[in-house]
């Protein structure tokens, strides 16, 4: 079944330290996308990419890193210097001209 | 002025009412809209798709853009529990950037 796989589902990150959250997606789509969801504020944009080995800041990049090795994977690192990282991430994915977005299943991550 | 204007409810309607839901939105680029259906925790599902104005309907839902009025809407008839849901408008000008608004939250009570 082709889609776009998140994981791990939670995730709990100790204060100081990096954690990464992975997406892959079997739809053969060049653009990939990662969005954070807070309660009541819809989604953010963090980072994009249109195509392998290049990629955007979106609208709240600070805290955060991305890589774009190969067209299907597009990991995304929260890092310390992210303050408020407890939220719901979103990885999506688009093929160019279709202007459509598929998203993953999401990841939980939490701060102990 | 947000680019993407949508109500966050909540709303409750008794099961077998028609819902509307609406975003309005600022720019008149947006070409491309869509609405997605989001469960609690889970990741949005693409429900409708439509490019520029007019109508699309898919079995219950029905989708509608007037593109003159900065205005779409989706309408669920004969609603069902299983429709409770968050609700997300989105639209695009070509591209492939994405605009949201901040969701719908929908329950349907038995």
């Known amino acids: 079944d082709g889609g776009i796989t998140q994981s791990p589902k939670y995730l709990f990150r100790k204060e100081g330290q990096n954690v990464t959250l992975s997406c892959e997606q079997n739809?053969?789509?060049?653009?990939m996308y990662w969005y954070r969801q807070d309660p009541g504020q819809g989604l953010r944009l963090i980072y994009y990419s249109q195509i392998v080995n290049d990629f955007q800041k979106g609208d709240i990049a600070e805290g955060y890193s991305v890589s774009r090795e190969k067209k299907e994977s597009f990991p995304l690192t929260v890092t310390s210097a992210q303050k408020n990282p407890t939220a719901f991430y979103l990885c999506?994915?688009?093929?160019?001209?279709?202007?459509?977005?598929?998203f993953g299943s999401g990841t939980q991550l939490s701060v102990l | 002025q947000k680019e993407v204007e949508q109500d966050p409810g909540p709303l409750s309607v008794p099961e077998g009412a028609i819902v509307s839901l609406n975003c309005t939105y600022s720019?008149?680029?947006?070409?491309?809209f869509m609405w997605y259906r989001q469960y609690s925790r889970k990741g949005p599902e693409l429900l409708m798709y439509t490019y520029s104005s007019g109508n699309k309907e898919d079995g219950r839902f029905t989708a509608q853009v007037d593109k003159s009025s900065k205005y779409i809407s989706l309408f669920i008839r004969d609603s069902q529990p299983s429709d409770s849901a968050t609700y997300l408008c989105?639209?695009?000008?070509?591209?492939?950037?994405?605009?949201f608004g901040t969701g719908t939250s929908l329950t349907v009570i038995p």
């Open positions: 720019n008149s680029a947006f070409q491309y």
């Open positions: 989105a639209m695009s000008k070509a591209g492939n950037q994405f605009y």
């Open positions: 999506a994915s688009s093929d160019r001209g279709q202007e459509k977005l598929f």
């Open positions: 739809l053969n789509h060049d653009a």
